[in-house]
């Protein structure tokens, strides 16, 4: 039988999350208000409706509740900009169907230590990299970079990305590969030896 996670549990899952958390909503709605807002919506859900639930379950249905308030966010703005928009004039970008269920998780071999940097120089060459792939980030289509933040940053496994983007482990390896290729091409085009 599971265990309940306590009040103190809960606050501190919520204190550990609420960063990470505030960089993905920032990166789907560009607007720092709005990330606020939808971190403490997402927080204040967790707590109504999942604080009688066990502790390790907690990481996967704040992501959901995440995910589904950003989505909600959307609905939003899609309504509110349905006068000023023409859908017909969006249509599919032609991107590259070969290798479209690649995962690259599933190649990298990560060894333990490799989040521990030593040098300043690398320590810096890191936060450089970093910036350019949040910049780069923003011009990612929704689910993409909503599959590449959860596989890649939240390290969720493709079956928790499958479950909280509502969608097959199939669709998250595709939103994951083209994420993956479209960034790659830009740090490319910066200069970044990949």
């Known amino acids: ?19 990470r958390a505030y960089k993905q909503a920032l990166f789907a709605v560009h607007d720092e208000h709005a990330a606020l807002d939808i971190i ?10 999942y ?34 928009t023409l859908f017909s004039a969006f249509t599919p970008s032609d991107q590259d169907k070969s290798q479209e269920d690649f995962d690259i998780l599933e190649t990298l071999q990560i060894k333990p230590e490799s989040n521990y940097i030593k040098e300043p120089d690398e ?9 350019l792939i949040e910049k780069a980030m923003e011009i990612l289509p929704a ?3 909503e599959a590449f933040i959860l596989r890649y940053w ?3 496994s493709l079956a928790e990305t499958a479950v909280i ?30």
């Open 40 to 49: 403490q919506d997402s927080m204040m859900k967790l707590a109504a409706s």
């Open 143 to 145: 689910r993409q970079r």
């Open 51 to 84: 604080s009688a639930k066990p502790a390790e379950e907690l990481p996967l249905l704040f992501q959901r509740i995440l995910q589904n308030t950003i989505r909600d966010y959307y609905r939003r703005q899609k309504t509110r900009s349905l006068w000023t």
């Open 1 to 19: 039988m599971a265990i309940l996670a306590t009040r103190e549990e809960l606050s501190d899952f919520l204190i550990e999350t609420e960063r």
């Open 154 to 156: 939240e390290e969720m």
């Open 165 to 194: 983007m509502n969608c097959s482990e199939g669709s998250v390896k595709t939103h994951c590969s083209r994420a993956v290729h479209t960034l790659a091409s830009i740090l490319r085009e910066k200069g970044v030896k990949l």
């Open 123 to 131: 320590q810096l060459e890191r936060a450089q990299m970093i910036n």
